[in-house]
């Protein structure tokens, strides 16, 4: 039988895919961006935008314990009003949904009180 296309060429030698200088950066290259992408421990932090545009807000590092409590008090508060707001008006299971951040919001309302109210106790002890 006669084939229409000849064989290929017989290579005795098999050379690495990583054996030119080339290959070994493009292999450094790819293990670089997939420790970056699978977040593997002991890689460089990112820099990218969306790194940055996620630390928009930062905590002072002095701040007084005090008045960070009232800030965190303040923000459950807040956030407690604008879901009862939003349950009003749904219905159903959206609702409950709402209603069960609610909840959840209200307990870190409580524990923020508990916060300040030690915070203050310490500080007129």
Do not use: W
Not at 4 to 24: G, K, L, M, R
């Amino acid at each position: 039988m006669i084939k229409p296309t000849p064989n290929p060429p017989e290579t005795e030698d098999s050379t690495s895919p990583y054996a030119s200088a080339d290959s070994t950066r493009l292999h450094e290259a790819a293990e670089k961006a997939l420790d970056h992408y699978l977040k593997k421990p002991g890689a460089a932090p990112s820099c990218n935008s969306v790194d940055r545009g996620m630390q928009m807000f930062m905590v002072a590092p002095d701040i007084n314990p005090e008045a960070m409590a009232i800030q965190t008090y303040e923000t459950f508060s807040s956030v407690s009003i604008l879901l009862l707001d939003l349950a009003d008006s749904l219905e159903d299971k959206p609702r409950h949904l709402a209603m069960a951040i609610y909840q959840l919001s209200e307990m870190g309302l409580l524990l923020a009180e508990k916060a300040l109210d030690q915070e203050r106790a310490i500080a007129v002890a």
